[in-house]
């Protein structure tokens, strides 16, 4: 079994979060290595919640539900520690913020006055959505899908519409612009299920 990270943007991460999607769709052929019950970890955009410098602990926010995070995650890494407590204190003094008598500073739970990181450079740590691959990761022509893999994928399928696909498409040509659904690139399918904590 191998554990890789894995990229969505928020309105993937809210279906995931949801039930709704359980399927994706990528260019990269190096997807093709991921077997039944390989573990994917799911990247997003976050944001120091809080920290305590005491402990080298984090609470972490998420953009997409904007779920603040109550329990500490432990940063193993000193460094990258270090390098988010430093911009997190310049972010809160930036909003305006003062410190306390005891040189820290307080905010309401889930309004960290901390920027938002890209999900690339999230650690694993921080990720809150593990991913099982239910299948093989295949092959397929991506206008190949069906509407069961479109409401798969998270997205509506109406038969009925004039054009069943369409939302699927927008969003595809709005991550792949150099690679548009007109050119039915051939794309790596991978199945899974949400492992709960």
Excluded at 111 to 118: H, V
């Amino acid at each position: 079994m191998i554990e890789k990270p894995i990229l969505f943007k928020g309105e993937m991460v809210r279906a995931i979060l949801d039930g709704r999607k359980t399927m994706t769709r990528r260019l990269n052929k190096q997807w093709l290595k991921i077997k039944a019950g390989d573990r994917l970890w799911v990247k997003e955009t976050w944001r120091v919640g809080a920290w305590d410098e005491d402990t080298g602990r984090i609470c972490v926010d998420y953009r997409a539900d904007g779920l603040a995070r109550h329990e500490w995650l432990e940063c193993a890494d000193n460094d990258l520690f270090d390098r988010l407590w430093i911009q997190s204190t310049d972010d809160a003094r930036a909003a305006g913020l003062k410190i306390d008598g005891d040189g820290k500073y307080h905010w309401k739970h889930g309004e960290s006055p901390c920027r938002w990181r890209s999900s690339r450079y999230m650690p694993r740590w921080a990720s809150r959505i593990t991913l099982e691959a239910t299948t093989d990761a295949r092959l397929e022509k991506l206008q190949k899908i069906t509407g069961m893999d479109v409401g798969r994928e998270g997205f509506e399928w109406d038969a009925m519409a004039d054009e069943p696909f369409y939302r699927f498409a927008k969003y595809w040509d709005s991550l792949n612009p150099r690679v548009p659904w007109s050119s039915n690139p051939e794309v790596v399918v991978i199945e899974f299920k949400r492992i709960l904590p």
